[in-house]
């Protein structure tokens, strides 16, 4: 485990655990067992956001009695289009992890067929009318281009399913470019995809930890800073690294905002994994709490800080109340593997 830092009085500073920290600095290869925990707790951690967020999506004022309810219930944790995209990202990146390649055209196949075979998942208005076009043969970038008045979308589903990215090996600037493009498929606008690299340079800062001592959410926070190219993703960072010491969720979703915008929900989402970076289920509970689009917001964090603490980090019991939890955890296995081969 980490040694907290002494030298900040004013909070508790957690990093970000390092399972593996002895292994990693001796060979530079994570461990086999650790990894793999992490890339199941990505999926995973993103899969319990969605769906403990999804009853409460819209809500400004979250009823903590409710939320409560439903987390010691037995109900099943539906999932919803977030972690349906997610998955099938993380499977085409799966395929492709050690050609150092992304094919977009068989990418924005995978994403369409994901919403064909489950069109009820709760997919907005834009993806569709895009993923149609796909599937019927005709030119998608157009389509998407076309968006909103042709400045195409800027809304967080770039950023909801970008976090599997993060597991690639390559460094951030590798990482930021191949989440840019898995959002360009619907997310013409660049803060669209500008929210999509942030996510996963978030994750990935956070998990390739080798040789650089001891990772802080702050430290991770400065790496998405820097790979943020507009002006809206660098001020939705900075509102996440001034909200460290604020336990209030509903005032950080005042500085960060709730919305469907890619700039406010990673905002809130890093706000959520920068408080409770050791613990997925804590950070998916207080983003749930900052209200608004709550299950995405709960899924970019809960993939966030479910990658850097691991699946064994995750309540059990939550994790066999995940619908479809043996298909995320082949997922997880699959995506595990051709990224730490890449790596080798
Ligand atoms: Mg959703």
Redesign the pocket.
Known sequence: MWTARPSSPRRREPAIPNRNRREEQLTEQPNEEAWLDRIRGLLLGGALG?ALG?PF?GSTDIDPRRLHGFLESDEVLCW???TAMQLAFAEHLADSAGSNHVDDDRLAGAFAQAWQAEPW??YGANPPRIFATVLSGADWRTEAGRSFGGQGSLGNGGA?RAAPAGALPGGLPRVAEVARRGAAITHAHPVGQDGAAVVAVAVHSGLHDTNRGEVTPEIVLQDCGRAATTAELRAAVAAAGALLDTSDPAEAARRTGNGIAAHEAVGAALCAAARHPDDPLTAVLFAIRMGGDT??IAAIAGSIVGAWAGATAIPERLVARIEQHSRIEAVAARLADATLSARR
């Open positions: 969605d999804a999506e919803t289009d977030d998942r709760g909801m299950d995405t």
